[in-house]
């Protein structure tokens, strides 16, 4: 069974607009790594929040981290059309375990 | 650098037979990892590895099989190809190795295998 799940699985959004993604996961973790899949490619690295970190920004990204709730969510600011794409959360047991995916649509 | 490099493309199998998809990273990762991606199921972890010589099963390591002869390359075998192993196959690795592969994963663009 896969260790994350992301909420919600699709989103339809216009441009302009942000973009809000959770994913709850169901053991400890001593991080939480976001990924962003463009149709047809492979995975890239968005953001990786430690454990003891609450909240972390990279551009128009923000990450937040609830360890109590075993829950992260993912804010797109100011979304644009090339934000079009299926965003993962993963968590490390070792290696990392990916949740299902939040596929995004940013309409112009 | 090239980064990971997965070779075929794509690749159409009949029941039964065998292959093997290529991974390799320039990175000098100690940690590599082979997924497979079907519609609705996101990534499920097939085999990885954190080091050469070690190899270790992931979710779903039936019908596959791995070596890690080098830091550079995983390659993963199927011996007897069935269509539920019709999916698109992604390699990846990072740094972290024997810290457990909670580092950050670079992944290679797929390979995407039919079985008929």
């Not at chain 1, 939480?32 to 990786?48: D, E, K, T």
């Not at chain 1, 059309?81 to 309409?107: H, M, N, R, W």
Request: proline share 4%.
């Amino acid at each position: 069974s896969q260790q994350g799940e992301e909420d919600p699985q699709a989103l339809s959004i216009q441009e302009g607009e942000n973009a809000t993604m959770n994913c709850s996961y169901k053991t400890s973790i001593n991080n939480l790594q976001w990924y962003r899949q463009n149709s047809g490619r492979g995975l890239v690295h968005l953001i990786l929040i430690r454990s003891n970190e609450r909240e972390k920004h990279s551009g128009r990204l923000r990450v937040t981290l609830d360890t109590s709730k075993k829950s992260s969510s993912l804010l797109i600011t100011a979304s644009r059309a090339a934000d079009t794409a299926s965003y993962f959360c993963a968590t490390p047991l070792g290696k990392l375990i990916f949740g299902q995916g939040t596929e995004l649509s940013v309409k112009p | 650098n090239a980064g990971v490099t997965q070779t075929p493309k794509f690749q159409v199998l009949k029941t039964g037979q065998s292959m093997t998809l290529q991974c390799a990273q320039d990175m000098n990762h100690e940690y590599m990892s082979w997924y497979r991606q079907d519609p609705g199921m996101g990534l499920r972890l097939i085999h990885y590895s954190v080091g050469a010589g070690i190899t270790d099963q992931g979710e779903v390591p039936n019908g596959y099989n791995v070596s890690r002869s080098t830091t550079e390359d995983f390659p993963l075998r199927l011996l007897s190809a069935a269509p539920s192993q019709t999916s698109v196959y992604f390699c990846a690795s990072s740094y972290s190795g024997r810290t457990g592969g909670g580092g950050e994963l670079f992944f290679g663009e797929g390979s995407r295998l039919t079985v008929l």
